[in-house]
């Protein structure tokens, strides 16, 4: 039907030949379709054509409203937020359908107004506003500078850092060794879903790394959903956490790793051993070496693509077989020669499990102990995305060029677990 005149983000009424549909108007690039986001929450694209008659039944209106953020509560404890994008910081564009950034921290409150009923929220810090995965070394920095200010200021109990959940793993991990001697609580937290939508995981996640930033656990923890209920949260050790799911609000789990703590919007239960609260200032240990790399290793890789790692990386982590293998020996495909070659010269060569649960070990099988006579470091039950970050926070200090073995052994935020507890 030509002549409608629709507006994304307007709520309509269309007739068809067989049916009524009604939706809300999504941007669209084809002018020839009218894409419909139907009250089921599904999109369909109807052809213009197909369209007998049409009418607006409440025209979108762009929201202007000026939110505030709440008056400090002089009886709560306080808190520093430090707020860099992703789905928690994000609400739905009735326009296109998707979710879009918030505009401004007050509208964060206006959103979440039940952790400024937890603590007092005394500074927000917002360092950039991104996705995760646009994310590099230079937004850790950043994020690490504000948490630094933040765990500096006497009022403040704890951080709660909003992180985008796709990569917030690496983040966990880097916050854990730039900050080892943490003197207070920092607390990572995510939405799987945005919080204008009725299953959304944000506010539990808020109220719950809240409560966490107010304990005296000073640590580096993720906190999120422990269920796919809105029940309680789980905090996980930031070295040993990982993203294992797509969509489900318990998407991170603890590997390798009991969770810290069981964690309500009201209260945090212990479950396991953790560094206490100091007092003083901390500073942060910023330095970090972008040229690493994380691969993951697949039948058939050929080694000359050491070659290439080697010109332009300083070291690399492989995610090997279940216990840390790479071919070596035997027929055709065998990557000692290169690997001896490249260690020899200085690159360092890291070794994880594809399996990301259990423990790498080069003692059971002869191809491992070849491994290990290559110069390969076997990282233990270390997860990759960990080591990968812990590579270049190490060759980042130019100190330890010579100990970098040594120092990716060594147990410095609780990434290395002697003993795997049972799960
Ligand atoms: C991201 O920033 O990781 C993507 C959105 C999200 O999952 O929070």
């Known amino acids: 039907m030509a002549g409608l005149n629709f507006s994304p983000g307007d709520k309509v009424r269309l007739r068809l030949a067989l049916k009524e549909l009604d939706g809300v108007v999504l941007e669209n690039a084809q002018s020839e379709v009218l894409l419909l986001k139907l009250d089921s929450g599904y999109n369909v694209g109807i052809p213009k054509e197909n369209i007998l008659?049409?009418?607006?039944?409440?025209?979108?209106?762009?929201?202007?409203?000026?939110?505030?953020?709440?008056?400090?509560?002089?009886?709560?404890?306080?808190?520093?937020?430090?707020?860099?994008?992703?789905?928690?910081?994000?609400?739905?564009?009735?326009?296109?359908?998707?979710?879009?950034?918030?505009?401004?921290?007050?509208?964060?409150?206006?959103?979440?107004?039940?952790?400024?009923?937890?603590?007092?929220?005394?500074?927000?810090?917002?360092?950039?506003?991104?996705?995760?995965?646009?994310?590099?070394?230079?937004?850790?920095?950043?994020?690490?500078?504000?948490?630094?200010?933040?765990?500096?200021?006497?009022?403040?109990?704890?951080?709660?850092?909003?992180?985008?959940?796709?990569?917030?793993?690496?983040?966990?991990?880097?916050?854990?060794?730039?900050?080892?001697?943490?003197?207070?609580?920092?607390?990572?937290?995510?939405?799987?879903?945005?919080?204008?939508?009725?299953?959304?995981?944000?506010?539990?996640?808020?109220?719950?790394?809240?409560?966490?930033?107010?304990?005296n656990c000073a640590e580096v923890v993720l906190v999120g959903h422990g269920s796919t209920n809105d029940d309680f949260c789980f905090a996980i050790r930031g070295t040993k956490v990982r993203k294992l799911h797509t969509s489900r609000r318990d998407a991170f789990k603890s590997v390798n790793d009991k969770p810290i703590a069981k964690v309500f919007s009201d209260k945090v239960e212990f479950i396991s051993g953790y560094n206490v609260k100091h007092e003083g200032k901390v500073r942060g240990d910023f330095s970090f070496n972008d040229k690493v790399a994380l691969v993951k290793f697949y039948p058939g890789q050929d080694s000359s693509i050491l070659d290439f790692y080697a010109l332009k990386y300083k070291g690399i982590i492989i995610e090997g077989s279940g216990l840390g293998h790479l071919p070596v020996g035997e027929q055709g495909n065998d990557w000692s020669l290169k690997l001896k070659k490249h260690i020899r010269n200085g690159f360092v060569v890291c070794i994880t499990s594809q399996c990301i649960f259990g423990r790498v070990d080069p003692f059971v099988y002869s191809n491992g102990r070849k491994l290990l006579d290559a110069g390969v470091v076997f990282l233990e039950d270390m997860l990759a995305e960990t080591a990968f970050v812990k590579l270049g926070w190490i060759l980042g200090h130019y100190g330890w060029k010579k100990n970098v073995k040594e120092k990716m052994l060594e147990n410095l935020a609780g990434e290395i677990n002697e003993k795997l507890p049972i799960m």
Request: charged residues 20%.
């Open 53 to 215: 008659a049409g009418r607006v039944l409440k025209k979108f209106v762009e929201d202007k409203k000026k939110f505030f953020l709440p008056k400090p509560d002089k009886k709560l404890k306080s808190i520093g937020l430090v707020v860099t994008g992703g789905t928690i910081a994000s609400k739905l564009d009735a326009r296109t359908g998707g979710v879009a950034p918030l505009t401004d921290v007050s509208e964060f409150a206006n959103f979440y107004p039940e952790i400024f009923k937890i603590a007092n929220v005394k500074k927000i810090v917002v360092p950039f506003m991104t996705a995760s995965e646009s994310m590099s070394s230079e937004h850790w920095l950043k994020i690490g500078n504000s948490v630094e200010e933040l765990l500096n200021d006497s009022e403040i109990e704890g951080v709660v850092v909003t992180h985008g959940t796709d990569f917030l793993h690496y983040t966990s991990a880097v916050l854990s060794f730039f900050f080892v001697n943490l003197n207070k609580p920092v607390v990572l937290t995510y939405a799987q879903r945005s919080v204008d939508r009725a299953s959304s995981d944000a506010n539990l996640n808020l109220q719950c790394a809240a409560q966490m930033a107010l304990s």
